[in-house]
């Protein structure tokens, strides 16, 4: 979760797809929006381990656009392939 959170803030959409599970993976990621968010912090409400190859995880991310703050609550679902956790859904709260 902070790797992806680190991508946004760094506008890496290479790597959010790669890390993003193939199901529901989008085409392309646009992270040219202008003016750019200005990415605050990031908070890890609750962390849940489903099972062995499922997770959850909620947060609070806080940024800003020209100034005014925002903040995105979502629960997000990760799934392990190979080792690997993948991001494959999330509910915006």
């Known amino acids: ?31 040219d929006e202008e003016p750019p968010p200005k990415w605050l912090e990031l908070t890890i409400k609750r962390t849940a381990d489903i099972d062995e190859q499922h997770a959850e995880v909620e947060f609070v991310a806080r940024y800003k656009i020209n100034g005014r703050a925002f903040r995105m609550h979502e629960t997000s679902r990760f799934v392990r392939i190979d080792g690997r956790w993948f991001y494959r859904e999330g509910e915006l709260k």
């Open 1 to 31: 979760m902070r790797s992806r959170y680190s991508a946004f803030v760094m506008r890496d959409a290479d790597y959010l797809l790669k890390t993003w599970h193939p199901d529901t993976r989008p085409q392309t990621l646009l992270l």
